[in-house]
């Protein structure tokens, strides 16, 4: 922001004293962010097109408001658009809606087969379904359609995976990336869990990455946080549920308890359910 008179770059501070000062009491990075995007709404919101607005929501962890925002505004002209429907279908990744993603992500394709957006994601979608072969190859081709861009022989992960790269930035094909490399340390996991935020499947990896490195509280704690923001991600709730009893905190933890136990009831899933998922720690 410039100052209106001498067109001076102002600080943070000074064009938002109100947003600074609750900016201080903030240390989430992601909580920042979207303390950010709420300054962002009140200077361009009306500029924004409706894909754009659907993602500034679904990246702020607000995905059930993206999806209402879309079926309560969308009109011909969006739905004429390969990034509404890309952005849609990512909106319905993140709400495990796998199916609509999958048509939405169709649909972003058939009017634009170029899409990189809807490409990468039609990619996640498989990737999370168990279709990886058919992934892998959308992945492929979005890679080989970006890499010679660049005009880098060799990249980092970062500036593979990241969106300021936009190459390939996908929270699952930078699991998988991870996942491949053992040797890869804490930080460029700590890293990429702040670009993929938004994302509860790679928040879920992430927290069972650290149960493996035996810092089992630091990945309850992640695991719950999840399920408090994305209660509808039934894999978080669960294996929260269970990480308590393993972890012998359920006496400690009896309000966490509760509440995990409210959400499962009210979502009618069992302990058939929890037998789903395993949790080694």
Do not use: C
Request: proline share 4%; net charge negative; hydrophobic share 40%.
């Amino acid at each position: 922001m410039r100052n209106k008179e001498t067109n001076e770059v102002m600080t943070f501070a000074v064009a938002f004293p109100e947003q600074f000062e609750t900016w201080k009491t903030i240390q989430s990075k992601p909580d920042r962010r979207g303390l950010i995007y709420s300054i962002l709404d009140s200077i361009m919101g009306n500029d924004l097109q409706l894909w754009q607005i659907i993602e500034r929501f679904t990246d702020d962890r607000y995905a059930p408001r993206a999806l209402e925002i879309a079926n309560a505004h969308a009109n011909e002209n969006d739905r004429y658009n390969a990034n509404y429907w890309a952005a849609l279908a990512k909106t319905n990744l993140v709400l495990t809606n796998y199916t609509e993603a999958e048509t939405n992500a169709g649909n972003g394709l058939v009017l634009d087969a170029g899409n990189t957006r809807a490409k990468i994601i039609l990619a996640d979608v498989y990737h999370v379904t168990g279709k990886t072969e058919a992934a892998h190859a959308l992945y492929n081709e979005v890679l080989q359609e970006r890499l010679p861009r660049t005009g880098e022989l060799s990249l980092s992960f970062a500036q593979l995976v990241g969106f300021d790269g936009n190459i390939l930035p996908s929270p699952l094909y930078a699991l998988d990336w991870l996942q491949q490399h053992p040797d890869t340390t804490d930080d460029t996991w700590n890293w990429a869990n702040d670009e993929f935020y938004y994302s509860p499947h790679f928040r879920t990896q992430h927290a069972y990455y650290l149960l493996k490195q035996k810092e089992a509280l630091k990945g309850f704690v992640k695991l719950f946080t999840l399920a408090k923001e994305m209660p509808w991600f039934k894999e978080a709730v669960i294996n929260s549920w269970q990480l308590i009893h393993q972890l012998g905190m359920a006496d400690n933890a009896p309000n966490e308890k509760a509440w995990l136990e409210e959400v499962m009831k009210s979502n009618k899933w069992d302990a058939e359910d929890a037998g789903q998922y395993k949790i080694e720690i």
